[in-house]
């Protein structure tokens, strides 16, 4: 029961960044979204299994929130682009420490 419920949460949040990324690229937006979003949510994942360090899953929680926010709300195209670049830039950080670190 816990694994499906994490499955479906991780569900909504791929969603959730899959029409994000369209927003921004309109050609192959969804497809490269739901690609985007499932790195994402893998990552967060991985990060779990790996014990990463403790400030990694807090900040990648605050960016998963941050991005249901930008869902729901109407803000501006800006923060949003931003915030997709925050997200696979900090991605592309964890992989490294996960792969680097000890």
């Given at each position: ?10 569900s ?62 109407e ?14 830039a ?13």
């Amino acid at each position: 029961m816990i694994f499906l419920t994490l499955v479906g949460a991780l569900s909504i949040l791929v969603h959730h960044v899959a029409h994000l990324v369209n927003q921004v690229e309109t050609t192959d937006g969804l497809l490269l979204g739901y690609v985007f979003g499932n790195v994402s949510e893998l990552t967060a994942l991985l990060l779990t299994i790996h014990r990463a360090k403790k400030y990694m899953l807090p900040v990648f929680a605050f960016v998963q929130a941050w991005i249901n926010v930008i869902y729901y709300c109407e803000l501006p195209l800006i923060l949003t682009k931003l915030t997709l670049f925050i997200l696979i830039a900090f991605v592309i950080f964890c992989y490294s420490e996960i792969h680097v670190t000890p």
